[in-house]
């Protein structure tokens, strides 16, 4: 005989996903346009990429099915992950192969107000790694287990925010 557990039993997520935001001072078309043409620009590539000083280049290719990718000073390119989704100025869902397995990145852009926009990440998809995998160092020590994702997360999305509001045009 099974026992069901009660109604209201909460069942936690061994491995939550991480979210992130932040509210940036720009329109909501201008957010979406600054993280997806000028990527290269403000992305902390030291050291958040695979090529680190040899990156020249970040591209989106702006479809679903598309490439996120650097390319390196003497023609290399690594693969960041591929678009599931491509809404824009709305969403953008992307595998993320940065990780030892394949994870997923959603981004999404929510008007606040005018020329205020929240931007918020969620990077799912842990259970692909095992025990190990999750502890490895990434960019930052500490890997997924010891929180090196959110910060590094927090930190993109600062870099992000600063950018869009550096470049925001009265109104959006």
């Known amino acids: 005989m099974t026992s069901t557990p009660p109604a209201d039993t909460v069942t936690t997520l061994r491995r939550p996903p991480i979210r992130q935001s932040t509210t940036v001072r720009s329109g909501r078309e201008h957010t979406f ?3 997806v043409s000028t990527i290269g620009q403000w992305w902390p590539l030291q050291p958040y990429s695979a090529g680190k000083e040899r990156v020249r280049t970040v591209h989106v290719e702006p479809r679903v099915g598309g490439r996120v990718h650097e390319r390196w000073d003497d023609g290399t390119e ?3 992950g591929h678009l599931l989704a491509w ?3 709305a969403r953008l869902v992307m595998t993320w192969n940065m990780t030892p397995a394949p994870t997923e990145v959603e981004l999404t852009f929510t008007v606040l107000g005018p020329a ?5 990440v969620e990077h799912r ?3 692909a790694l095992s025990d190990a995998q999750l502890g490895e160092d990434c ?4 890997g997924y287990a010891g929180g090196a994702f959110v910060r590094g997360w ?3 999305l600062g870099r992000l925010t600063a950018a869009a509001e550096a ?3 009265d109104t959006d």
């Open 154 to 156: 927090e930190e993109i």
């Open 78 to 80: 690594c693969d960041w």
């Open 116 to 120: 205020l926009t929240r931007v918020a």
């Open 33 to 35: 346009d600054v993280f």
């Open 167 to 169: 470049g925001a045009p």
């Open 139 to 142: 960019a930052r020590p500490g």
């Open 125 to 127: 998809g842990w259970e």
């Open 87 to 89: 809404e824009p100025p």
